[in-house]
């Protein structure tokens, strides 16, 4: 069976909605940014999504200095405890 638009059911589905996977026919269909949607709502929503996220990843980035610090003296512990691990443990070849 077929597929049709979840609009107009005695039309074909030409394509699912990127967002919320409901068939749509060519005259639904919403193109925006590269990408099919079943309507502008889901379209919509969709870029409100899209910039939501990239304002959360600038924020991960451009973190307080004091995460800075503290991601720096971890790396910092994690390097002193290597190289006391190696200190201690025998590195010569077995006789």
Known sequence: MEATCYLHPEVAAVANCHRCGRPAC????????????????????????GQETRRRMEAARRASP??????????????????????IVDLTPWP
């Not at 004091?66 to 200190?87: K, N, S, T």
């Open 26 to 49: 060519a005259e639904c269909i919403v193109r925006a940014e590269g990408t099919i949607f079943c309507s502008r709502t889901c379209a919509d929503a969709s870029r409100a999504i």
């Open 66 to 87: 004091a995460a800075w610090l503290l991601r720096v003296l971890l790396l910092g512990a994690i390097a002193v405890a290597i190289l006391e691990w190696l200190r």
